[in-house]
Structure formats: structure tokens, C-alpha cells
């Protein structure tokens, strides 16, 4: 597959998590097939940082690795996760809903800002069974993996536009106006809430919820926006509300 790079590498900014499929005989994380492996390398030269999330059964303890990036897709620090299979589907949501986090990950991938990739349609039925929306890929091929998921963020990404011009959100900064500013994961964090918010004020006891460990300070969320302004330099993005909180600049508002 040629991925296109006449503007710039599709996927920057983009993390996206390869989930382990439990019957490809998988230990430890290991790859026991190499289309992960294929797949992992095309995302990577289109832009993407890839993830690799192993498989836990049901009947093990969830590994505090895949606690991090199981946390990491709820709050916005993870693009998209690749599932191989139904079973690897089911894993990865019973996973998922042993940790607590299915109601913000099926937030996120009803606002587009989740992409959830499902290889077949059995796998994608498992998706839906838990109302979850998928994309469904037919076969495994890393070729027809990789376009989807470049499709989907070259022309489907929800994007607003801002008083500082059309802002697209990804978990390792922001595109505006087409043009990367990278963000740390606490910033992108921050703005993520704004922008799903879509220019409605948060308070800051409502981002102290929303943000990594929950419950934050009204002054932890203070400092959290200063920080995300800071690495936005003169993008004006983020606006006070005078005693209510924050809000994202959407234009027209």
C-alpha cells in the first residue's frame, strides 16, 4: 500500500492501538502472526504512533499495562484501536467493561472521536451487540486495515471551526487549519473535553472529572489550561468564562 504524503503524513498525531486476537496463540504480547507487525508499519509511515494492547482472559487479573491503555482510549489519548477478530472484539470490551470505562469509550466513538476498526463482520457484530460503532473491514489484510483507518482521519474526523481557524483534535496535539501543533497528554486532554463540549462552558469542577484520575482540583484544572495555552502560543483556543469555566472558541457562537 502507498499511503499518500503530498500533504503532509495523514496520521500525525494519531495513536492507534493494535488489540491482540486471544486465538492467533498470542503469550505475553508476543505476535504470533505478522500482519500486526505489516499493519503497525504502514500506520507508522503514514504518521501514527502504534500501541500494542495484549489480550486478557477472563479469567486473569487485567495487567496494569493494559489498565494504561485501556485509560488511554476513554480519555482521549489513544485515536483508534484495530480489533482481528470476534474474539479479539470480545476480549478487548470485556476488558473494558471489567475496568469501568464503557460509558466513555462508547461516548467517544459516538462523537467520531474513537475510531473502532473491526475485521469482518462477525467482529463488528460483537461491537454492536454492546452499541458500540465500528468500521468494518472485510479480511485481515493490512492493506485494507491501513486505508481505513487513514480514511477515516483524512475525511471523516469530525473538525470545528474556531475563532482561530478549523481545529481537528488528535490525542498527540491539534491540526489547525491543517497545520500540527503537538500538545503533552495533559494539554490534549483539556482541549479533548472542549471540544466535545463543542462551545459549551465547563465548569471547572466538570473538566476536574473529565481529566485523567478524576476529581481534580478547580486549581489542578487551572493549571492544566494555562499549560494547554501556553503550548497553543497565539492560537487563541481556549476562552474564560467570567465565574462559570472554560469553553472551546467556536466561531459563531
Do not use: N
Not at 478487548?92 to 475485521?119: K, M, N, P, Q, Y
Not at 473538566?207 to 497565539?234: C, F, I, N, T, Y
Request: hydrophobic share 45%; net charge positive.
Amino acid at each position: 500500500m502507498s499511503i499518500p504524503t503530498s500533504v503532509g503524513r495523514p496520521l500525525t498525531g494519531c495513536r492507534i492501538a493494535i488489540a491482540d486476537d486471544p486465538s492467533a496463540g498470542t503469550a505475553h504480547g508476543a505476535v504470533a502472526s505478522p500482519t500486526p507487525v505489516d499493519l503497525g508499519a504502514l500506520l507508522a509511515a503514514a504518521g501514527a504512533e502504534v500501541v500494542r494492547v495484549p489480550s486478557v482472559r477472563a479469567d486473569h487479573s487485567v495487567p496494569a499495562g493494559v489498565r494504561r491503555s485501556v485509560h488511554r482510549v476513554a480519555t482521549g489519548r489513544i485515536d483508534g484501536v484495530l480489533l482481528f477478530s470476534v474474539e479479539g472484539a470480545r476480549s478487548w470490551w470485556r476488558t473494558v467493561e471489567r475496568l469501568g470505562l464503557g460509558d466513555a469509550i462508547r461516548a467517544r466513538a459516538r462523537a467520531s472521536r474513537l475510531l473502532l476498526v473491526a475485521s469482518g463482520a462477525e467482529a463488528a457484530r460483537s461491537l454492536a451487540d454492546a452499541d458500540i460503532p465500528a468500521t468494518t473491514v472485510d479480511g485481515a489484510l493490512p492493506d485494507d486495515l491501513a486505508r481505513a483507518v487513514v480514511g477515516f482521519f483524512s475525511e471523516q474526523a469530525p473538525m470545528q471551526r474556531t475563532d482561530a481557524g478549523e481545529l481537528v483534535v488528535r490525542s498527540g496535539g491539534v491540526l489547525l487549519d491543517e497545520r500540527f501543533l503537538p500538545l503533552s497528554a495533559g494539554a490534549a486532554e483539556v482541549l479533548e473535553a472542549l471540544f466535545l463540549a463543542e462551545g459549551r462552558v465547563l465548569s471547572r469542577e466538570e473538566l476536574g472529572r473529565m481529566l485523567a484520575g478524576r476529581r481534580r482540583s478547580a486549581r489542578a484544572v487551572e493549571v492544566a489550561v494555562a499549560r494547554l495555552r501556553e503550548a497553543l502560543g497565539d492560537a487563541e483556543l481556549v476562552q474564560t468564562v467570567v465565574k462559570r469555566g472554560y469553553r472551546l472558541a467556536v466561531a459563531d457562537r
